[in-house]
C-alpha cells in the first residue's frame, strides 16, 4: 500500500492551484485599486492645478481675481503653526511615552492610562477642535492665534506620537538597559545615553508622519473659526493667521469656476509639503534604524 | 551617539530656522507694500488688528474691501473668517470679533443676547443680494413660480412631494430639494419671509458650501434650490432661473426692488466700542465708500446712494 494517494493528490493539486491564483489576482486587484484611486485623485489635481502653479501662487495673498490669487498667508501660517505643534507634541509625547515605557509600574492605573491613550488616538478631529476652542480660545483667552491652533493640533497628535514613541522605545533591546546598569548607570543616564538614541529613528518616523497630519487637518480650525480672508503673514505667536487647508475649503467653495482650479493648485502645494515630510520620515528610518 | 545629537541639533536648527524665516518674511512682505503704497496714498499710516466674521453671502464682498485696504494699509491687520450669518453672531455676541457680516437683520434674540454682554452695535447695510430659485435645466414645466406656490413646494407637510401636487399639469415626481444650511442667513431670510416661519421640508439636502447646491440641482431633473445672486451669475449656464411673480432676479430688478420678497441687503454690524479705535474706524470708512463697487465687482448689486449715505452719518458719529 502506497502512503501517497498520487491519484488524490493530482486531483487537488489543481484545485489548490486555482485557489492560489484567485487569491492572489483578488489581492493584486485590492493594490491597484488603491493605486488607482491615487493615481486619478494626483492626475485631476495636477491637471486642474498645475497652470495656476507659479512664484507668484506662493506669494500672494488670496484674491478675489483667480489669477492674482496666491496662498503665501496659509503656507507660512501652517509652517508657523507647525513650528508649534513641532516642539509641544514632541516634548509631551516623548515624554510620556519614556514614562510609561521606564518608569511606570505595570499596574491597573498604567493599563487604564495605556487604554485611553489608545483611545484618544481615535477620537474624531472636530472633538479636539470643540476642546480648543472652549480652552484655549475661549477660556486661555488665546483668540484664534496660532499658539491656540498649535496647542490644538498638538493635542490631536500627542496619541498617535506616544504610541509611536512608546513602541520604540520598548524596541530597544533589554540588553542594551542590562549592559548600562552593569556599568553603574543610573536610570535617567540610561534613558538618555542609551533608550533614547537607540529609540530617535523610530521616534521621529512616527513623529513626523504625525506632523504631516496635523498640516492637513482642517475640522479642528473650521470648528476654531481660523479666518480665511487675511492679507497678512502672522507676526508673532499670537497673531490671527490662516492655514493651508482653510485657503483650499475656502476656494473649494467659491462660486467662480477658476477657483476650483486654484483650489487645486493649493492642493498640490500642500501634497508637496507632505510628501516632503514623509520622505524625511523614509530618510531618517533607512538611514538611522537598526543600528544595534 | 554622535549621529544621535547631530540629528537632534540639526532638526532644533530646522525649527529655529523655521521660526526665524516666518518673521523674516514678514519684514520683507510689510516694508515692500510700505513702500510701494507710500507713494500713492498721503494718509497717515495706522496700525491695528481688527477681527471679523460671519456670513459666506457677504465674504466675496468683504474680501475684495479686505483685498483692497490692505494695499492703502499694510499695518493694519485685517482678519476675517467665513461661520455664516449665525456662526458669525455668535463670536460677535462672544466679544471676539469686531464686526460681524450677516445677509440678514439681527435676530431679536442675538441682540438681547448682546444687550445682557453689554455689547453695542452699529448696523450699515453694504449691498443687495437677490435669493435665486433654481431649477434643472431639463426642467421645462417651471417658469415662473408665485410666492404661494413657492411656500406651497417648500414647506414641509409631512410626506413626500410631488410636482404633480403643486399642480396637475406636472410630471409625478418626487421634488428633491437644496437648501443652504441653518447657519446662514439665506436660510434663516428664506424660512422668514417666504415660509413664515413654517418648518422647511424635511427631506432637502442641506449644506453651507453652495457650491454643493448647485451641483446638486445641475444633476437632478426634478431639483430645485435657491442662494445668493452670486452662486447663481457664475452658474448661469449649468442652470435654470425661476422668475417669482413673474420678475426675474437680475441687476436692476434687484436694485430697484421689483424681485421682491426675495431681494434683501446685505450687512456688516460692528462692535461700537471696536469703532472708537482709528484702525477700525478708518477701515470701516473704507469699508463704506467702496462697499458698493466692490459688491458690483464680484457679481451682488449696490444699494441705492442714500443708504451709503446714511451708513456713513451713523459712522461720523464715533469719529473722534
Not at chain 2, 431649477?135 to 406656490?149: G, P, R, S
Given at each position: 500500500m502506497a502512503y501517497i494517494n498520487h491519484e488524490v493528490v493530482e486531483r487537488q493539486m489543481t484545485k489548490r492551484r486555482t485557489k492560489n491564483t484567485v487569491f492572489?489576482?483578488?489581492?493584486?486587484?485590492?493594490?491597484?485599486?488603491?493605486?488607482?484611486?491615487?493615481?486619478?485623485?494626483?492626475y485631476?489635481?495636477?491637471t486642474q492645478g498645475?497652470?495656476?502653479?507659479?512664484?507668484?501662487?506662493?506669494?500672494?495673498?488670496?484674491?478675489?481675481?483667480?489669477?492674482?490669487?496666491?496662498?503665501?498667508?496659509?503656507?507660512?501660517?501652517?509652517?508657523?503653526?507647525?513650528?508649534?505643534?513641532?516642539?509641544?507634541?514632541?516634548?509631551l509625547g516623548v515624554g510620556a511615552a519614556i514614562y510609561l515605557e521606564e518608569y511606570a509600574k505595570k499596574n491597573k492605573v498604567t493599563t487604564f492610562i495605556q487604554m485611553n491613550i489608545s483611545n484618544l488616538a481615535g477620537v474624531p478631529s472636530i472633538v479636539f477642535g470643540l476642546l480648543g476652542l472652549t480652552i484655549f480660545v475661549r477660556m486661555l483667552g488665546m483668540g484664534k492665534s496660532i499658539l491656540a491652533a498649535g496647542l490644538t493640533m498638538s493635542l490631536l497628535i500627542l496619541p498617535v506620537i506616544i504610541v509611536a514613541a512608546q513602541e520604540a522605545v520598548r524596541s530597544v533591546p533589554g540588553s542594551l538597559r542590562e549592559a548600562s546598569y552593569g556599568m553603574g548607570a543610573t536610570k535617567w543616564q540610561t534613558i538618555y545615553k542609551v533608550v533614547l538614541p537607540a529609540a530617535i529613528?523610530?521616534?521621529?518616523?512616527?513623529?513626523?508622519?504625525?506632523?504631516?497630519?496635523?498640516?492637513?487637518?482642517?475640522a479642528p480650525?473650521?470648528?476654531?473659526?481660523?479666518?480665511?480672508?487675511?492679507q497678512f503673514l502672522p507676526d508673532g505667536i499670537l497673531s490671527e493667521f490662516t492655514a493651508l487647508p482653510m485657503l483650499i475649503f475656502d476656494w473649494a467653495k467659491r462660486p467662480q469656476e477658476e477657483f476650483q482650479y486654484v483650489a487645486a493648485a493649493g492642493i498640490l502645494v500642500l501634497m508637496m509639503l507632505l510628501i516632503f515630510m514623509n520622505s524625511i520620515a523614509v530618510f531618517i528610518r533607512n538611514k538611522f534604524q537598526n543600528r544595534y | 551617539m554622535k549621529k544621535w545629537k547631530y540629528l537632534m541639533v540639526t532638526s532644533m536648527a530646522t525649527s529655529a530656522l523655521l521660526l526665524g524665516a516666518c518673521g523674516a518674511d514678514q519684514k520683507a512682505g510689510n516694508s515692500s507694500s510700505e513702500t510701494s503704497t507710500g507713494a500713492e496714498s498721503s494718509d497717515e499710516q495706522l496700525q491695528g488688528k481688527i477681527a471679523g466674521d460671519g456670513s459666506s453671502t457677504v465674504s466675496p464682498i468683504m474680501e475684495a474691501i479686505v483685498e483692497e485696504y490692505s494695499a492703502t494699509q499694510p499695518n493694519v491687520q485685517v482678519a476675517v473668517g467665513v461661520s455664516g450669518t449665525g456662526g458669525g453672531f455668535e463670536k460677535f455676541i462672544n466679544g471676539e470679533t469686531d464686526f460681524s457680516n450677516a445677509s440678514r437683520p439681527i435676530k431679536d434674540e442675538e441682540a438681547a443676547k448682546l444687550k445682557e454682554k453689554g455689547v453695542d452695535y452699529t448696523e450699515f447695510e453694504i449691498a443687495y443680494d437677490g435669493i435665486s430659485i433654481v431649477?434643472?435645466?431639463?426642467?421645462?414645466?417651471?417658469?415662473?413660480?408665485?410666492?404661494?406656490?413657492l411656500e406651497e413646494i417648500w414647506v414641509d407637510n409631512g410626506k413626500k412631494k410631488k410636482w404633480s401636487d403643486i399642480n396637475k399639469d406636472w410630471p409625478n415626481e418626487e421634488i428633491k430639494f437644496y437648501s443652504p444650511g441653518t447657519d446662514s442667513g439665506t436660510y434663516d431670510y428664506f424660512v422668514n419671509d417666504v415660509?413664515?416661519?413654517q418648518q422647511l421640508d424635511k427631506s432637502a439636502t442641506l449644506s453651507e458650501d453652495d457650491n454643493v447646491l448647485v451641483t446638486g440641482v445641475e444633476a437632478d431633473k426634478n431639483a430645485i434650490g435657491y442662494f445668493g445672486f452670486a452662486y447663481y451669475e457664475a452658474n448661469k449656464d449649468k442652470l435654470k432661473?425661476?422668475?417669482?411673480?413673474?420678475?426675474?432676479?437680475?441687476h436692476d430688478t434687484i436694485q430697484s426692488g421689483d424681485y421682491t420678497p426675495l431681494s434683501r441687503p446685505l450687512f456688516v454690524y460692528a462692535n461700537n466700542k471696536a469703532l472708537e479705535d482709528p484702525a477700525m474706524y478708518n477701515f470701516m470708512e473704507y469699508a463704506l465708500n467702496n462697499a458698493g463697487e466692490m459688491a458690483e465687482s464680484v457679481g451682488y448689486v449696490k444699494s441705492p446712494d442714500d443708504v451709503y449715505a446714511e451708513d456713513k452719518k451713523k459712522l461720523e458719529e464715533f469719529k473722534k
Open positions: 492572489k489576482n483578488l489581492f493584486l486587484g485590492a493594490t491597484l485599486l488603491a493605486l488607482l484611486a491615487l493615481v486619478v485623485l494626483m485631476r489635481m495636477i498645475a497652470g495656476y502653479l507659479s512664484l507668484d501662487f506662493l506669494q500672494n495673498f488670496s484674491s478675489r481675481f483667480p489669477e492674482k490669487a496666491g496662498i503665501s498667508a496659509g503656507l507660512v501660517g501652517s509652517l508657523a503653526m507647525l513650528a508649534v505643534v513641532t516642539p509641544v507634541s514632541l516634548f529613528p523610530g521616534i521621529l518616523t512616527g513623529s513626523i508622519l504625525a506632523l504631516s497630519r496635523a498640516i492637513g487637518e482642517t480650525l473650521v470648528v476654531i473659526g481660523i479666518p480665511v480672508i487675511v | 431649477v434643472n435645466k431639463d426642467n421645462d414645466w417651471i417658469e415662473d413660480l408665485t410666492v404661494k406656490q415660509l413664515e416661519e432661473i425661476v422668475k417669482i411673480d413673474g420678475v426675474e432676479p437680475t
